[in-house]
């Protein structure tokens, strides 16, 4: 049965990015909802939506729709979140879940009450070179995860006006206070360090103890260019480490055999490097950055399935996380 979605927000992220996702399944987005008139009509003319409201509340209300999806500010999420819960209707939003850790818990709450699931788009799981790395883990081929490093930047262009680091932190670092746990296990301890070299360029290292053992870095900020991405995620085993390059490329170092001084040397399947990266030249509709793949799990839990797509619930816990680093950092 062709699930209805309700979508809230009608913004660059959501025109381009999911809603174009969404499509590729089997869902009808029957009604659009957003402030800004022009914005609106131009969604509901690029999907064939006629329904178009200005006020959530009324999106929300909108008879027949059997989900809502929205992609709007912090403190949006968590008001129309809880509106569409309490109204028993499952509820897909955009990371952030809400601004602050106690708005992400009033929603799992609210989730819980209802008995409907809210998803949250934590797509860096889904990835592609995340997604292989994570199966390769999950493989048994592995073995043990011993460390994690990465880098995730972005540049001081984000901020517009007076400094503030709260946007960034939400949007941008919450992915990896979520993605570490999904790679790893669960977190045990967080501490962090910063420096600032002026207002708007900071780099912050966080350190993570797992429980099952291993320990981690990553290093993000906002000192380096928009254009040229810097993402990078280094899982360390022994005599094994996975790399993944701006969540497209991937390497699986295993233990190979000394080769120069062998006459007879190959490459093995069971102990040589094994790489991959997508061929962009491909006319094929793929989805790297995982929205399709993270959608392919959303949309049969917000019809009552039972998926692996991430939930409130885990976004209760990446936002504990990072007001931990953020006290910590004193950000």
């Excluded at 329904?51 to 008001?79: E, K, Y």
């Excluded at 995730?152 to 007076?162: D, L, R, V």
């Excluded at 290292?205 to 000192?223: K, N, R």
């Amino acid at each position: 049965m062709t699930l209805k979605i309700g979508w809230i927000g009608c913004g660059v992220h959501a025109t381009q990015m999911l809603l174009p996702q969404f499509v590729r399944h089997d869902v009808e987005i029957v009604a659009l909802c957003d402030v800004d008139g022009a914005r609106l009509a131009a969604a509901g003319r690029q999907f064939g939506v006629r329904t178009l409201h200005s006020d959530a509340m009324d999106l929300i209300a909108t008879p027949g729709i059997d989900a809502v999806g929205m992609a709007v500010g912090p403190d949006q999420h968590l008001a129309f979140g809880l509106a569409a819960l309490e109204r028993g209707l499952p509820v897909f939003m955009e990371k952030p879940p809400s601004g602050s850790a106690a708005g992400a818990e009033q929603l799992a709450r609210a989730s819980d009450k209802a008995g409907k699931p809210l998803l949250v788009g934590f797509m860096k799981r889904y990835s592609v070179g995340n997604r292989i790395a994570a199966n390769i883990l999950r493989s048994g081929r592995f073995g043990d995860v011993l460390g994690l490093t990465g880098y995730y930047m972005t540049a001081p262009g984000y901020f517009a006006g007076n400094v503030d680091y709260t946007g960034f932190l939400l949007h941008h670092c919450v992915h990896y206070m979520d993605l570490v746990s999904f790679l790893v296990s669960p977190v045990r301890r967080i501490e962090a360090r910063k420096v600032e070299k002026t207002p708007g360029r900071i780099l912050f290292h966080t350190q993570f103890d797992f429980e099952c053992g291993a320990i981690g870095t990553i290093a993000m900020g906002t000192i380096q260019s928009r254009s040229t991405p810097v993402e990078r995620i280094e899982i360390m085993g022994d005599h094994q480490r996975i790399e993944v390059e701006d969540v497209v490329e991937i390497r699986w170092h295993r233990n190979p055999p000394f080769k120069v001084d062998d006459l007879g040397a190959t490459l093995a399947d069971d102990s040589d490097s094994l790489t991959w990266k997508p061929n962009f030249t491909a006319a094929a509709n793929e989805d790297y950055k995982g929205y399709h793949a993270l959608l392919a799990d959303v949309l049969p839990a917000l019809a009552g399935a039972d998926t692996p797509a991430p939930d409130i619930h885990d976004g209760l816990v990446a936002m504990r996380r990072l007001e931990d680093m953020r006290a910590k950092l004193d950000i």
